[in-house]
Nanobody
Framework: QVQLLESGGGLVQAGGSLRLSCAAS????????MGWFRQAPGKEREYVAV????????RYAAAVKDRFTISRDNAKNMVYLQMDSPKADDTAVYYC???????????????????WGQGTQVTVSS
């Protein structure tokens, strides 16, 4: 059974930095792309970033490009989201996600992802 467990959320000042982590288990982690999504109160869950199985392809939503960095450590079955210079608008619950297929996609559609973590709250104070 695939399990994703996020950690690292909390309160951060605007302009600071925060690193989110996601621990994956239940299958061969290095064969699957991974993604980060977020959901703010009253809003739809939205795409943040995605990384391919090898880490060689990374894509970002326009709202976070040049501020956030997605990375992974296949030896540790971990994926990370480094948040630099966060803004108040980045306040949301952040979710780690993956697909049931090894086929990689850069699609921002949350419907293309089958497995989700429980989320970790990030609050950015201005």
């Amino acid at each position: 059974q695939v399990q994703l467990l996020e950690s690292g959320g909390g309160l951060v000042q605007a302009g600071g930095s925060l690193r989110l982590s996601c621990a994956a288990s239940g299958r061969t982690f290095s064969s699957y792309g991974m993604g980060w999504f977020r959901q703010a109160p009253g809003k739809e869950r939205e795409y943040v970033a995605v990384i391919s199985a090898s880490g060689g392809i990374r894509r970002y939503a326009a709202a976070v490009k040049d501020r956030f960095t997605i990375s992974r450590d296949n030896a540790k079955n971990m994926v990370y989201l480094q948040m630099d210079s966060p803004k108040a608008d980045d306040t949301a619950v952040y979710y780690c996600a993956s697909r049931s297929t090894t086929e990689f996609t850069t699609s921002p559609n949350k419907g293309d992802y089958n497995y989700w973590g429980q989320g970790t709250q990030v609050t950015v104070s201005s």
